[in-house]
């Protein structure tokens, strides 16, 4: 939209993880030359009028004379980001007297591209995010540096117009066509990598088939799992191995899973949707606010990084307290409402969480090869970070033992023994994963049920009903707990193929909970 002195163009502003649509109101009035930026600008935003002003003189246009005030609406929020140079140039064009700029026509257009000062368009940041937000809203004509075209051209919906500078996108507008558009949707190539190379095999990791059992049965249902044992015995190995068996991400996931990372300024810049479920394994000596999210500029923290994909916490013990603490409610909600000077906002964080621990500070304590020297009191102060609601809301806790030499060897394979690998274990899981989502309301796995969920997708039979009882009672088990014992029983049986839960599928299951 324009006259001779007012224009209106469209872009997008990120604040934390959400997008908004921007209208960069442009008005050029007659009076003394000035440059007035409002709308609360942030300081790559105000440094804008200089590469803007430069930007113009050297394409070869004229920067108007005049009495130039640019609003970016809606005035009440932040705006961060030097990608508002595109927009804010275009739009002092288009209100120029003689300026004949027309937007196309048939949809909305928008525009986002850091300039340099001749004219050249770099690379925007957090472009996959601002695309979503702007096609959400409506928007279906983007422009946009080149360098961006990789990141978005598998959005689907999108008429996308990539340009090398600024003279390109406004010879465009006054209707030279210099910009051949670029229909986006084209995914074909990059689904060939949703099922992910297995460099790191399941089949390298030896004598832990129980283990692997219980990793196949957390991938299934996307349970929580806590594997302890002493050192060396290939907690790691195993952890690190969990995203090649857990079932790609579907289109919608992608993109949640590439907006996280794009604003968080971890989407690697020439690459497209991810479609490899994430993997984040933070030190122990991260702090929260990189657990967690939030900082000066609210970001992402690991637990949005890891959305859709797999936490590993290495170490456990070793996090802080009140890091550990800040689990609860993420490993209950899936998402993480964060409140800060300036700046609320809701954090995405479904992912599944692989923790790691020795059983003591040496680690031996209660290994049969090796004698712990830890005293009593130093046990019990290192296990004490661990707070009960927080392992209470795990669902699997697997103690790992030594292997012996001759399954390190392949002997046990030798005679009949079997190993699985990575695509064995995956087939297994998606084959799960599928029979579960079919049958449960909204496409939930297991691990995800609630209440109602569990009344009409956990069938149990009588003799599963008694189990389920008598452990209850035996262990004085939380109610947490007993319900997430029925939703592990649930996976166990589809990984069986029953339509309902047998007592072996809830006695498994019970096993799992560590209990004593």
């Known amino acids: 939209m324009s006259n001779d002195r007012f224009s209106k163009v469209l872009t997008a502003s990120v604040n934390g993880l959400d997008t908004e649509l921007v209208t960069v109101e442009t008005d050029l009035t007659a009076g003394l030359p000035a440059f007035h930026l409002v709308g609360l600008p942030g300081s790559a935003v105000k440094e804008s009028k200089e590469r803007v002003r430069a930007a113009i003189a050297n394409s070869g246009y004229e920067f108007p004379l005049r009495r130039i005030t640019v609003n970016l609406s809606p005035a009440d929020s932040r705006k961060e980001g030097s990608h508002f140079d595109l927009p804010i140039a275009v739009g002092i064009l288009a209100g120029a007297a003689k300026s004949q700029i027309n937007l196309p026509e048939g949809g909305r257009s928008a525009f986002i591209g850091e300039l340099s000062l001749d004219g050249t368009l770099n690379r925007a940041a957090f472009a996959v995010a601002m ?34 500078s600024l003279t390109e996108v406004v010879g465009h507008l006054l209707g030279g066509g210099e910009i051949a558009p670029v229909r986006s949707g084209r995914r074909g190539k990059k689904k060939s990598k949703a099922i992910p190379a297995c460099e790191d095999d399941f089949f390298d990791v030896k004598g832990q088939e129980a283990v692997k059992r219980a990793l196949v049965i957390a991938a299934a249902g996307a349970h929580d799992i806590c594997l302890t044992g002493p050192p060396g015995i290939g907690k790691s190995m195993l952890a690190r191995r969990m995203p090649g068996i857990l079932p790609p991400l579907t289109d919608e996931e992608s993109g949640e899973v590439t907006r996280i990372h794009s604003i968080a300024g971890e989407h690697v810049a020439g690459h497209g949707l991810m479609y490899e479920r994430p993997f984040r394994a933070p030190h122990h000596s991260a702090t929260h606010t990189a657990i967690v999210g939030g900082g000066f500029k609210p970001k992402p923290g690991e637990l949005s990084l890891a959305h859709k994909g797999v936490l590993f916490l290495d170490e456990l013990p070793e996090f802080t307290r009140y890091t550990l603490d800040m689990l609860r409610q993420p490993l209950e909600d899936r998402f993480i409402d964060l409140a800060r000077v300036g700046f609320k906002g809701r954090y995405p964080c479904d992912f599944l969480l692989v923790a790691a621990m020795n059983p003591c500070p040496c680690g031996y304590l209660g290994d049969p090869a090796h004698e712990c020297r830890c005293p009593q009191t130093k046990v ?38 079997e190993c699985m690998n990575t695509e064995q274990m995956r087939a297994v899981v998606i084959s799960a994963r599928e029979r579960a989502m079919e049958r449960n309301p909204g496409r939930l796995p297991n691990a995800r049920l609630q209440a109602d969920g569990i009344r009409n997708a956990c069938i149990m039979d009588k003799e599963a009903e008694d189990v389920l009882r008598q452990a209850y009672e035996h262990f004085s088990l939380s109610v947490r707990a007993r319900s997430k014992l029925i939703k592990v029983a649930r996976t166990i049986a589809d990984l069986s193929g029953e339509e309902t839960i047998g007592s072996v599928h809830i006695a498994e299951a019970v096993a799992y909970r560590g209990l004593k």
């Open 131 to 164: 695309a979503l937000s702007l096609q959400e809203n409506g928007v279906d004509h983007l422009f946009m540096p080149i360098d961006n075209l990789c990141e978005v051209e598998e959005l689907p919906g999108l008429f996308l117009y990539p340009a090398h």
């Open 380 to 417: 019990q102060r290192y296990l004490s970070k661990l707070s009960g609601p927080l392992m209470d809301r795990i669902d699997l806790h697997i103690r790992m033992g030594a292997v012996d030499e001759a399954e390190l060897g392949g002997e046990a394979e030798a005679r009949g023994g």
